[in-house]
């Protein structure tokens, strides 16, 4: 079961998502390209992952007893790479090499690259489906790992994404959490605008989905709201996460412009020195 999370502990993993944002900063600027909204508005749910919630082994990719964690909106992948890299998947000095040729941090996660990657994802709307079917294997070879799925708001606009909430309608996967960065935005403005999706929460729950809503930025709720999903054993959860795209940078802060847009050096330099300030107030805070 996943533990309950302690002040020290919350501390330590609001400091790492705030690591996390800064991080991925230097990756984009170093890279000229890349995706920054989304990849920051959700370093708070992967800081939760990596240091609280998963069952894994950095030394031990592969462990066959490990949660899987998938990603869906792949795009979003350098929060997941400054999230590996700062437990101890491959050196932080690896990050550099983000979208550079030979690299094994593409601009899309690619499986057999990099141990610790569970998918290959880049079109959007298969995640879910890829997800169904490691959970469902997982329930056949009576093992006991859980497997999450992370999906953005706007690939809800696909229709393999239904269909698989359709499958799980039929065939409810316990061992399943699906969680939607739900962030309001996408390349080509804001979701409700482009094709809305609202209400979302009732449209999941007349797939037969258990439905929970949290803070995405709020780390001891969405830990509570994971293991309030992983005690629901008769259905899948979905956890709509609400989250707001270039957190912690006030130039990028819900603005769709920046859904695939990296910083150039100015702006990077600004957002590292917004990000070690919201750093310092993390310690202040916590004291």
Not at 103 to 113: E, I, K, M, V
Not at 205 to 229: K, M, P, T, W, Y
Request: hydrophobic share 35%; aromatic share 8%; net charge negative.
């Amino acid at each position: 079961m996943i533990e309950e999370l302690h002040e020290e502990k919350l501390k330590f993993l609001e400091e790492k998502a705030n690591q996390i944002r800064e991080l991925i900063i230097e990756m984009l600027v170093e890279a000229g390209s890349g995706h920054s909204a989304g990849s920051l508005g959700m370093a708070d749910i992967f800081s939760a992952f990596y240091f609280h919630i998963l069952r894994h082994d950095p030394k031990n990719p592969d462990w066959p007893d490990r949660d899987r964690l998938i990603l869906s909106n792949g795009h979003i992948c350098p929060v997941r790479y400054a999230a590996m890299a700062l437990s101890g998947y491959f050196p932080l000095e690896e990050l550099k090499t983000l979208r550079k040729i030979n690299s094994r941090l593409q601009g899309h996660p690619h499986r057999t690259t990099l141990p610790g990657v569970e998918t290959s994802s880049g079109p959007l709307g298969e995640g879910i489906s890829q997800a169904i079917g490691i959970a469902y294997a997982g329930l056949l070879d009576k093992k006991d790992y859980h497997v999450y799925c992370i999906t953005s708001d706007g690939e809800h606009q696909e229709g393999n994404t239904w269909e698989a909430y359709m499958w799980l309608g039929k065939n409810p996967l316990p061992n399943l959490t699906i969680i939607i960065d739900r962030n309001y935005i996408q390349i080509d403005g804001i979701t409700e605008d482009v094709m809305p999706l609202e209400p979302l929460k009732q449209k999941l729950e007349a797939f037969g989905l258990h439905v929970l809503e949290v803070d995405g930025h709020n780390i001891r709720a969405f830990v509570d709201a994971i293991r309030e999903a992983r005690s629901e054993w008769r259905r899948t959860s979905v956890i709509i996460a609400y989250t707001i795209p270039g957190k912690g940078v006030s130039f990028m802060e819900k603005k769709f412009e920046w859904h695939g847009k990296p910083p150039n050096k100015e702006e990077a330099k600004k957002a590292l020195d917004e990000l070690r300030t919201l750093g310092g107030k993390i310690i202040s805070e916590h004291q």
